[in-house]
C-alpha cells in the first residue's frame, strides 16, 4: 500500500528566494561585443572553442530587456538578485603609460544604476560579484591573472564600484568560483586563457586572486563595518570511483583540498598553504605564506552546489594533480552528465563548509546558496529535442535539494536565502547556448520568454515559503 500524504516543509521567516546570474552569460553588452572588450568575448571567436559553435554576442539581450526580466523576477516572488558587473565595458582602457585618474565608462554606470535601483524599489535585495569570469581584453593581454599588476587593477575595480554602486549593493561578492576558473583556464585548457596543465600557472593565480580579494574586500567595505562582503565558491563533493583503491582515495583528498578548500582556508588563515607534493617544489613554495589583508575577510559563505564528483587515479603524463574526472555515475545526470545528488548538497552544507561558519568575532557566519540548479540541452536555432515547457527533473532537483537545505537548517547551519541558477536559459561558457539552465525557457532567435513548470513551482514555494512533498 502506498501512503501519500503531503508533508508541509516551512522555511525561516526572512528565508530570501531569488535567482542568481552573471553579466556575460546573458547581457549581450552592446560595445563589449562591438569592440570585442573581454577576454571571453574574443575567445568566442575563435574556432572550435565553443563546443555548438555559438557564442554570447546577444545571450538573453539581458542589457535591453532587463526591465521586463525584473517584472519576470517580481512575478514569480522572488526578492533576491544576483549578477556580476561588466569590468571590460566599465573599464574598457587599462592606465596607459600616462598616470591618470581612473574612472568608470559613462553609460555603462547609468546601466547597473538603473538595474539595481529597479530592484531595490521592488524590495528585492542585490548581489554583485566583481569578477565571473571575464577579464577586459587589455588586462587578459598583460597576462591577466598572472600579472603582477592584477591585484592593483582589481583594487581600483572595486573602490570604483563601491563609489558608484554601494549605495544599491546589498551584498558583495568579489571573485566567483575561483578554482573552477583556474581549473578551467590553466589545466583543462577550456576557457581563456587556455593554458593546460600549468600548475605553476594555476598557483601563481590562486595567489593573485587572494591578494587581489583582499585588496578588494577592504576597498568594497570602505571603512564601514556593516558592508557585506565576501566570495562564492563552488562546492563539488568528492568520491573515489573505487573505493577500495588508495589510488583514487588520495586523487580524491587532494582534489577536495585544493578544489574546495584552499580559498576559504587560505581566507581563514590568511595565508596561503599549498598541499604536499607541489609544496615540495621550491617554486611553489615561494608562493606560499601570508597576505596582507586576507585574514578573515569573509563576512557570509556564498554555497554554490551542483553536483558531487568520482575521481579516479589516471596514470597518464604529466599527471593531472587535480585529479581526474570519472566518466561514471551512480544517479540520474543532467544534460551535462552531471549527477542530480542532493546528499552531496548535505554534506556541503552541514560539513564541509563547518570549518568556516565562525566569523573572526566568534559569531556564526550567515550562509547563502548563491547558485544551485540543472541543465537539459536544446540546440541554440531550436533544432530538435524536447522544447516543451515541462522540466520534470528540474522540479525534482529543485524538491530534492531544497529538502535537503531545510534539514541543514534544522541542524543548526545559518542559511538566509537560496539563489537558483537561473532565472533564463543563458550561455554556459565552452557549452555555448545548448546548456538550459532556466526557469525561464529562453528561444534566442525572438528572445521569447516563457515560464517553464519549474518556474511556477519555485514561485509557489517564495509566496508560500514552504514547499509541499508527498511521502509515497
Ligand atoms: O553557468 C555557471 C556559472 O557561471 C558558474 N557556476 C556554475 C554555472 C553552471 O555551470
Known sequence: MTDNSANIIKFPEDFLWGVSASHFQIEGYPTEVERRLSDWSRWTEEEGRILDGSNADRACEFHKRYLDDIE????????????????????????????RERQFAPGVVEYYRDLFSRLKERGIKVFVTLFHFCLPDWLAEEG??????????????????????????????????????????YVAGNWPPGAS????????????????????????????????VSFANH?????????????????????????????PESIDEGALNIPAPLSGRKEFRALEGEIPGLKKSMDFLAVNYYTRELSRFDLSWPPDLFGTRSKRADYPV???????????????????????????????RPVFVTENGFATLFSPDLSAGDWSISDRERCDYLISHLVVLKKAIEAGVNIKGYLHWSLTDNFEWSEGLTPRFGLVRVSYEDQARKLRESAELYSKIAAANALETIDR
Open 72 to 99: 519576470l523576477i517580481g512575478e514569480l516572488n522572488l526578492k533576491a538578485y544576483r549578477t556580476s558587473l561588466n569590468w571590460a565595458a566599465l573599464m574598457p582602457e587599462g592606465p596607459g603609460t600616462v598616470s
Open 235 to 263: 562546492w563539488r563533493p568528492f568520491a573515489p570511483e573505487r573505493k577500495w583503491s588508495p589510488l583514487d582515495l588520495m586523487v580524491t583528498h587532494y582534489r577536495e583540498r585544493v578544489f574546495n578548500h584552499i580559498f
Open 334 to 364: 543532467n544534460g551535462l552528465g552531471w549527477e542530480a545528488y542532493p546528499e552531496g548538497f548535505y554534506r556541503v552544507l552541514t560539513s564541509d563548509i563547518n570549518p568556516y561558519l565562525i566569523d573572526s568575532k566568534g559569531h556564526n
Open 197 to 228: 596543465q600549468d600548475y605553476l600557472g594555476a598557483f601563481v593565480a590562486i595567489r593573485s586572486m587572494l591578494t587581489a580579494h583582499a585588496r578588494a574586500y577592504h576597498a568594497l567595505k570602505g571603512g564601514e563595518d556593516a558592508v557585506q
Open 144 to 185: 591577466g591573472w598572472t600579472s603582477p599588476r592584477v591585484a592593483d587593477e582589481f583594487e581600483t575595480f572595486a573602490d570604483l564600484a563601491r563609489q558608484h554602486f554601494g549605495d544599491l549593493v546589498d551584498y558583495w561578492m568579489t571573485v566567483n568560483e575561483p578554482m573552477a576558473y583556474i581549473y578551467q583556464g
